[in-house]
């Protein structure tokens, strides 16, 4: 490492932070800071989110001894830096590469990543496991759960902090702030009585007050009664602790979250606390970064620098581009037809639908639960939600799906992104499960397109469809061929397309495998072997008249399905296939009985048998056999 760095250098484990000065852990976090955003310029990554919280990390691993002391991070997006100050340092430029560090924390990978998640609110129920079986195995040790605002919307993260303040344990939630709204408190006023209200010696007279008031006779109660009125007054001036305090909760801050004197300060007081507290600390997301400050939302996750002076390949738009077109288009013709998603505007392209129709356009939070039966409520009274949720968030939301959804045959639209092998995000964002946890639901579409085109089709197709829920599922990839000037026409429910007309063996490709059967096409062609090919656009109800036509027309009918095997549409083919008369052979493709590690789409379905050689040569091998 350079010379920028020498601090940093010296820090391998969080015990080396523990000798440093203040001015030191400024410097530090300094060092800190650039190198992050150095290093994931060129590997890529989430950088606005670690660059708000590096004082943040420096203070929480200085104040606490981790691994002992359990330091839980809610999504861990936000860790980059806590990876760095735990010994993976050099490792960071391997980030979210195939083979390298997991852009998430990994309990597999260090004895400090004590929890990984790769969905948000996880942190505070998480935490009070570790804080109850601390307690029950009567060990001493601190747990801290570091939650976002962002998170905070979700409703797992409301019922942790409730089940908190019922079983009052030792815990610490900080409650990272990155939204402005709050920052008139951070002054010398508030700074003032935020000391107050954390130094061990207020807290002693505190408790030793509640406690001789209690022994006090008649009366007791109500001087109780005044002393708490006077303290929350108090408070309620300038902090909004009202509601956690009111939960069980006792609330300190806001504090600057960037003041690396002020926090380890707060944070040394309030350890001692025997009781569950919230920190709230207030971030700039992207600090240190002006882009970063200035577009919080755009910096939050980066691609590398592209390096190189070739001209790039002229791509067709990614599949959420076309969504998002495409809705807008059929939002200015159908007024009932609104928008919903949880907290992925961006993610699920709907950025220019927010603008243009801001009165159709719902962003619920991370409450993907919430956003389910939100939208289950509009379409009970004549509106048309389409509800865009990447495919692996959907999962929280199974039993809404069913219960406030399918059961009531609602025809409410949902957009299912980054369905399949996403890529970098790893196992905890792969859209592995969808098409195996929705087939079982009676009375529901499923739908995957092959291209932007029949995207466009599809949406008509559920817009026009009343009977009950619709899924369209695709990945986080090219749409292949797109015609905006392109009316979508509905199609037929759960009619396949044939492709490709072949002898011997037929591919069955399901959405974004269809470009994949293609390539396989071409080099299986160089061997003689000319297979068919037919677009199973429809996974419930499929296509049974056309299966019967291929089992009775080729020896061989491979099913190429990127989701799990269980479940899956080569299973339930093969199930099919049982029941009727013909020798044709029912091959299923799909990912494999585990779950699939990070890093680019093409690695990956390579890894797992999807890509187009790797199905060229199970085709060829069986074929041959």
């Known amino acids: 490492m350079s010379e920028k760095y020498a601090l940093l250098e010296r820090i391998n484990t969080p015990a080396d932070l523990k000798n440093l000065s203040i001015p030191q852990l400024r410097k530090l976090s300094a060092e800190l800071r650039q190198y992050i955003i150095e290093t994931v310029s060129q590997t890529g990554g989430h950088l606005a989110p670690t660059l708000g919280v590096i004082e943040l990390t420096v203070a929480l691993h200085y104040v606490y001894d981790s691994p002992k002391d359990k330091l839980i991070w809610d999504v861990g997006h936000q860790a980059y830096a806590h990876k760095v100050l735990t010994g993976r340092r050099e490792q960071l430029k391997t980030n979210r590469q195939y083979g390298g560090l997991s852009g998430f924390l990994k309990r597999s990978e260090s004895e400090h990543d004590i929890f990984g998640a790769g969905h948000a609110s996880t942190s505070i129920s998480a935490g009070l496991g570790f804080a109850i079986a601390r307690d029950l195995k009567k060990e001493d040790h601190h747990v801290v759960s570091i939650i976002g605002d962002g998170a905070l919307t979700g409703g797992l993260a409301f019922e942790g902090l409730n089940n908190l303040g019922n079983l009052r344990t030792k815990m610490l939630v900080v409650l990272n702030d990155n939204e402005m709204s709050i920052s008139p408190n951070v002054g010398a006023i508030s700074r003032y009585l935020n000391k107050i209200v954390t130094n061990p010696l207020y807290n002693r007279v505190r408790d030793e007050l509640w406690k001789v008031t209690g022994k006090l006779p ?179 939301a199974y039993d809404h799906l069913i219960h406030d959804v399918a059961i009531q045959h609602l025809p409410v639209v949902f957009v299912l992104d980054r369905a399949g092998l996403v890529g970098q995000d790893g196992p905890t964002h792969h859209g592995a499960f969808d098409l195996s946890y929705l087939v079982p639901i009676p009375d529901v579409v499923i739908a995957a397109p092959k291209d932007g085109n029949e995207l466009r089709d599809l949406m008509q197709t559920a817009l026009e469809y009343t009977d009950g829920p619709f899924f369209i599922r695709y990945p986080k990839a090219s749409s292949e061929s797109y015609d905006p000037a392109r009316a979508g026409q509905p199609l037929s429910i759960g009619t396949w397309e044939v492709l490709e007309k072949g002898k011997n063996v037929a591919l069955v490709a399901v959405g974004a495998m269809v470009a994949e059967a293609r390539q396989a096409m071409q080099i299986m062609g160089e061997q003689g072997i000319q297979p068919g090919l037919v677009n199973a656009r ?70 797992v048998g999807l890509s187009a050689e790797e199905i060229a040569k199970r085709v060829l091998e069986t074929v041959k056999a």
């Open 218 to 396: 008649a009366g007791s109660q109500t001087i109780r009664t005044g002393l708490r009125k006077l303290e929350e007054s108090m408070k309620n001036l300038i902090v909004p602790g009202v509601l956690f305090d009111e939960m069980g909760l006792r609330y300190f801050g806001p504090v600057n979250g960037h003041d690396i004197e002020d926090l380890i300060e707060t944070l040394q007081n309030i350890k001692t606390i025997q009781t569950p507290v919230i920190l709230h600390i207030l971030t700039k997301k992207g600090k240190g970064l002006d882009k970063a400050e200035a577009d919080p939302v755009h910096f939050h996750g980066v691609s590398p620098e592209k390096k190189g002076t070739a001209k790039a390949v002229v791509e067709a738009p990614a599949y959420l581009k076309v969504f998002g077109e495409t809705l807008m288009e059929m939002a200015e013709k159908d007024k009932r037809i609104v928008a919903v998603t949880a907290a992925m505007r961006e993610g699920t392209g709907l950025v220019e639908y927010a603008k243009a129709y801001p009165n159709r356009y719902f962003d619920v939070g991370i409450a993907e639960g919430h956003a389910v039966t939100f939208a289950a409520g509009m379409t009970a009274h004549g509106m048309r939600p389409f509800v865009a949720i990447y495919s692996t968030f959907l999962q929280r």
């Open 538 to 607: 429809f996974v419930k109800p499929f296509d049974e008249k056309m299966l019967a036509e291929l089992v009775t027309g080729y020896k061989h009918v491979f099913v190429i399905s990127e989701g799990s095997p269980d479940g899956g549409l080569g299973q339930r083919i093969q199930a099919w296939a049982q029941n009727q008369k013909t020798k044709a052979k029912i091959h299923s493709l799909a990912l494999p009985d585990r779950f699939v590690t990070h890093g680019g789409r093409g690695q990956l379905l390579a890894e």
